[in-house]
């Protein structure tokens, strides 16, 4: 049986969407599915591509157990459309982009992220806010968000296995 596979995209593939290809692999890993379910990340634009992931989201992911040291920056391709069930934006722009690149037979499941929330304190978040420009408390947003929706995430997948 092939992987199921899981594809994280945000701007610049340096602080959201690598956040949550590192919290969703561990979980994947902490659940023992990690022979059943790929993850990876990207993103739209290419200003860092083949960079580690920014510094604060490291350093806030590793507070909280999440080691992205290894991930590398990379653009989506349209190729990433035959590869993956699962697509992810993490906000409205990243969808557009990701919906106008998408070939019209694509067969799997393209989405904002934080559709998967659960949790009520994040219901006015349909979107994983940039944390590039600010402060530190953004990044720990990312994290409290892509948390969220990656324990619903992973409740889906167990439901295909
Ligand atoms: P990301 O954040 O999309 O979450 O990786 C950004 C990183 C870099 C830039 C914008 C957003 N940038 O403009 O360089």
């Not at 960079?51 to 490291?58: E, F, G, K, L, V």
């Not at 993490?90 to 659960?118: I, V």
């Amino acid at each position: 049986m092939s992987k199921i596979s899981v594809l994280f995209v945000c701007l610049g593939n340096i602080c959201r969407s690598p956040t949550a290809h590192a919290v969703f692999q561990s979980m994947v890993d902490e659940e023992g599915l990690s022979d059943k379910v790929y993850v990876d990340s990207s993103g739209t634009g290419d200003w860092h591509i083949g960079r580690a992931p920014d510094p604060r989201s490291q350093h806030y992911a590793l507070d909280r157990g999440f080691d992205m040291g290894d991930l590398r920056a990379r653009l989506v391709t349209e190729d990433d459309f035959n590869q993956f069930d699962y697509i992810f934006a993490m906000d409205k722009q990243n969808l557009a982009d990701l919906k106008a690149m998408c070939p019209s037979g694509y067969s799997g499941e393209l989405g904002l992220f934080l559709s998967l929330c659960q949790n009520p304190d994040y219901s006015n978040y349909s979107e994983v806010p940039d944390p590039y420009y600010g402060e530190g408390e953004g990044f720990t947003l990312v994290l409290d968000l892509i948390q969220d929706a990656s324990v619903e995430l992973i409740r889906l997948i167990k439901g295909r296995l």
